[in-house]
């Protein structure tokens, strides 16, 4: 069974850069697709980007275009989440996800509920950007 556990948060300042980690156990990671989520305190969970098996890449979040990138080391087991030029609304905890059913290994297309569509959910890491 998936199980998947974050890393990399902490804090950071604007402007700054992080990157999490996604790493998986109890399966390869090769036929999964994974997906970045966040939520901050009194928001509901969103998405931000997906990475297919293949490593197709669904963008959730226009908020972060052109400062986040996706990417996956199936040797490592591990897929990345990059954050760049971090502004104080990134904060939030952070959470890795994989698609639920049957099509695990592709990314769900973009919706405002997503997030239904993801489970396996790692504990989370907290990402805190302030000056």
């Known amino acids: 069974q998936l199980q998947l556990a974050e890393s990399g948060g902490g804090s950071g300042q604007p402007g700054g850069s992080l990157r999490l980690s996604c790493a998986a156990s109890?399966?390869?990671?090769?036929?999964?697709?994974i997906g970045w989520f966040r939520q901050a305190p009194g928001k509901e969970r969103e998405g931000i980007l997906c990475i297919s098996h293949n490593g197709d890449i669904t963008t959730y979040s226009d908020s972060v275009k052109g400062r986040f990138t996706i990417s996956r080391d199936n040797a490592k087991n591990t897929v990345y989440l990059q954050m760049n030029s971090l502004k104080p609304e990134d904060t939030a905890v952070y959470h890795c996800?994989?698609?639920?059913?049957?099509?695990?290994?592709?990314?769900?297309?973009?919706?405002?509920?997503?997030?239904?569509?993801?489970?396996?959910w790692g504990q989370g890491t907290q990402v805190t950007v302030s000056s």
């Open positions: 109890g399966v390869t990671l090769d036929y999964y697709a």
């Open positions: 996800g994989s698609p639920l059913g049957i099509w695990q290994a592709v990314c769900p297309g973009s919706s405002p509920k997503v997030r239904e569509r993801f489970g396996s």
